[in-house]
């Protein structure tokens, strides 16, 4: 059997251009880009200083230095937020990020999430209220938050842009496989371990009345999750047709109760980019 040699990186070397036009016995070169664009960054500078200190005073000279600072920190600031983009791989534009949300990104915006869907259904109400409930308090009471909510309504408001049905089954959208042991390492993975400690905080954000949030429940809610997380993440086999792992069990008796939110409500959580905040009129 052949061995294959490890792979090793190439340096490219390259001189600093600025030296060059400055004139300098001594060319700085290097292997390293990152090295190299850093010394040329320094080296511009130098060069726009020395190539115009004859002429302008020492404020003047301070003030061309803030103003190529500054320009040099937002052309940075904009690398990096591509670079950021680049490698969360999804797009902050209102007509393409909710339909490329991964699920794993929207269980890291679960928060968001359920500020955005409670934020949907007290605009639909206010829209159209109902005589016989006292306050949209009341209603959102009734149809969907209560102090002793179960955890399936709780992670259907974390993935409400992601879940959808199919065959009278909830599943993910955009992902064709049905298997729960797939769809659950698509969502929580099986590297760290999740918590619903962010409900409480959207809850909190969105101002409800006490008597709807029972810190007791939720604490209650959270250790069994997260025993659930624990026994599928040490699960080693998925589920086939026939049977379905032990390790699995709790968690997918509680998947089978998630279903995703009504239309109407959906197409208002939709209707406006990610992080613009949904308003709705008491």
């Not at 490329?100 to 890291?108: A, G, Q, S």
């Not at 409930?133 to 909510?149: F, V």
């Not at 080693?236 to 279903?259: F, H």
Request: aromatic share 10%.
């Amino acid at each position: 059997m052949e061995v294959t040699k490890p792979k090793k990186r190439t340096a490219k070397w390259a001189s600093c251009k600025w030296c060059q036009l400055r004139g300098l016995p001594i060319i700085f070169r290097s292997g390293k880009r990152k090295c190299l664009e850093r010394h040329m960054v320094e080296c511009q500078k130098d060069y726009i200083l020395e190539k115009e200190a004859t002429q302008t005073s020492v404020s003047a000279r301070l003030l061309q230095t803030v103003e190529f600072l500054t320009t040099q920190v937002a052309d940075l600031q904009a690398r990096v937020k591509i670079l950021e983009l680049k490698k969360d791989r999804y797009y902050v534009e209102r007509d393409q990020y909710w339909s490329k949300l991964t699920p794993k990104l929207c269980w890291k915006r679960a928060k968001e999430n359920t500020i955005r869907f409670l934020s949907a259904a007290l605009k639909t109400y206010c829209e159209n209220p109902l005589e016989y409930y006292a306050d949209h308090w009341e209603w959102l009471e009734n149809y969907y938050i209560s102090p002793k909510i179960e955890l399936n309504d709780i992670l259907s408001m974390a993935l409400w842009p992601v879940l959808t049905t199919r065959e009278n089954r909830t599943v993910l959208r955009g992902v064709d496989s049905c298997d729960h042991f797939h769809m659950f390492k698509r969502v929580w993975g099986k590297a760290e371990l999740p918590d619903i400690g962010w409900y409480k905080e959207a809850l909190q954000e969105m101002k409800l009345p006490s008597r709807l949030i029972d810190e007791i429940h939720l604490q209650n809610l959270n250790c069994d999750f997260q025993r659930m997380v624990i026994r599928y993440q040490s699960s080693k086999q998925r589920n086939d047709q026939k049977w379905i792992p032990q390790g699995i069990v709790a968690l997918v008796k509680t998947w089978e109760k998630m279903s995703p939110i009504p239309v109407p409500i959906f197409e208002v959580c939709t209707s406006l980019e990610p992080k613009t905040t949904l308003m709705w009129e008491t």
